[in-house]
């Protein structure tokens, strides 16, 4: 089946917000095994957004429309989409209840137009959406099932899984199965070629490689009656993946992000840990501590970016800053050391580089990044070079921090290991 994706909202088109939810969708209706040929963004205008609805409906089965439910003049899909399947607009009693009771909970009188949010097309399947105040809609058409979901992505996204998702795998024959083989530390071609022959061999499951900032995903994809079955089938495509990337596959769970697998490693070895920032500012400690439960392990993070502050809180020394600048292996040496000795923590990560645009020179350019990490007294130093925009070289060193931890956690663990053995 065919899904074509319409994003509304002129705040798109004029690059004030980016278009998130198009990402989102286009890869979780791949997983539900539908075919995406097009995507449109159409700004707050009725004969546009008309004339875009229909063109869509006449191509594809199925139309996923997002954004424009709010309660603004402006805000015109459920409008518009009802006018386009020829269904007049009715209230919806439970609605205007749920609509009473969200405004009464937050102690705020809701304005005349709020109410607009419980008209709904006359037939229309209608979604609930417990993180705001605009309901979903299903409208089954003949040629086209026309799905609209609201356009904040907190809203979104937990009524696609809760409502929508189910509703697709209803439409779509057979049963898919996905699994996420997530591999740090390698760049997207590097894991393209490590597999070139399984992707040229590829019919069912099929695999598919993902970019991220600091790491690569490879989806495998199977098909077949059952979910028990497609999950039989990916389970040697993932075994022979993990064979080839050994340690680099950090999690093969779709829910485990790097930093969450961090954390974990750290949690099963009873281990606690630091962090002494300087060109990233504090990224590493808020990734880190995004993750339920951080406080288990993590202890503290330092924003040093000053070499005043690097002095005073890491004890690093004045003639190493005089001698080799602050972005060097000494100085990411020095502050990891005086991170572990201050914290007492098992492990600490230092960061010093230069994010950019300016303050680079040709023997240290924008995007050198020093990374130090130790774990037990032991101290790795690696030197990175990223390119890029500032924001990108700083999310690309916590990247490399948290992928650095990781490999020097293993060896710990590795070492530790061997020992007890011997």
């Known amino acids: 089946m065919i899904v074509e994706l319409i994003s509304v909202g002129t705040e798109i088109l004029l690059g004030n917000i980016v278009n998130t939810n198009a990402a989102y969708l286009s890869e979780q209706c791949a997983l539900a095994g539908l075919s995406c040929y097009f995507q449109s963004v159409v700004g707050d205008n009725e004969e546009r ?14 139309v996923i429309l997002s954004g424009g439910l709010g309660p603004t003049e402006d805000d015109l899909t459920k409008e ?12 919806n009693d439970m609605w205007m209840e749920r609509i009473s009771e969200f405004f009464a909970a937050r102690n705020i009188t809701p304005t005349e137009n709020n109410w607009k949010q419980a008209m709904v097309p006359k037939g229309a399947i209608v ?37 929508v998702r189910p509703y697709l795998e209803e439409l779509t024959p057979g049963a898919l199965y996905s699994q996420t083989v997530k591999i740090c530390g390698q760049g997207e071609s590097a894991v393209e070629t490590a597999i070139k022959d399984l992707i040229d061999a590829q019919t069912n499951p099929t695999l598919a490689t993902y970019a991220k900032t600091g790491e690569v995903h490879i989806r495998v994809t199977a098909s077949a ?5 497609a999950k039989k089938l990916t389970k040697p495509v993932v075994k022979e993946l993990k064979a080839r990337f050994g340690a680099d596959v950090y999690t093969t769970e779709e829910e485990v992000t790097l930093e969450k697998a961090v954390e974990d490693l750290l949690l099963a ?3 606690t840990m630091t962090c002494a920032e300087s060109c990233t500012g504090g990224l590493l400690s808020a990734r880190l501590v995004n993750i339920p439960g951080a406080s288990e392990v993590f202890k503290s993070g330092l924003v040093t970016y000053s070499n005043k502050a690097k002095r005073k809180y890491l004890g690093v020394k004045k003639g190493t800053l005089q001698k080799y600048g602050p972005v060097s292996k000494q ?4 502050m990891v050391k005086g991170a572990a000795a201050a914290s007492k923590c098992d492990v600490a990560v230092s960061i010093t580089g230069i994010a950019g645009p300016d303050g680079g020179t040709k023997e240290k350019p924008v ?18 070079h990223f390119s890029g925009s500032r924001a990108k070289v700083r999310d690309s060193a916590v990247a490399a921090a948290l992928t650095l931890v990781r490999r020097c956690i293993l060896e710990y663990i590795s070492d530790l290991t061997f020992r007890k053995k011997s």
Do not use: Q
């Open 49 to 62: 957004l008309s004339m875009t609805l229909k063109c869509a409906m006449e191509r594809s089965d199925i």
């Open 80 to 91: 518009v989409a009802a006018k386009v399947c020829g269904r007049k607009l009715v209230t």
């Open 127 to 163: 979604l609930d959406n417990p993180n705001g105040t605009a309901p979903g809609l299903i409208m089954e058409e003949k040629n086209a099932k026309v799905i609209l979901l609201p356009g904040p992505p907190n809203e979104l996204i937990p009524m696609f899984e809760a409502s």
């Open 225 to 229: 009656e059952t979910v028990k079955e």
């Open 269 to 271: 070895n009873k281990l």
């Open 331 to 334: 100085i990411a040496e020095e």
């Open 367 to 384: 995007g050198l990044v020093y990374i130090g990490c130790s774990v037990k007294g032991k101290v790795t130093v690696k030197e990175y």
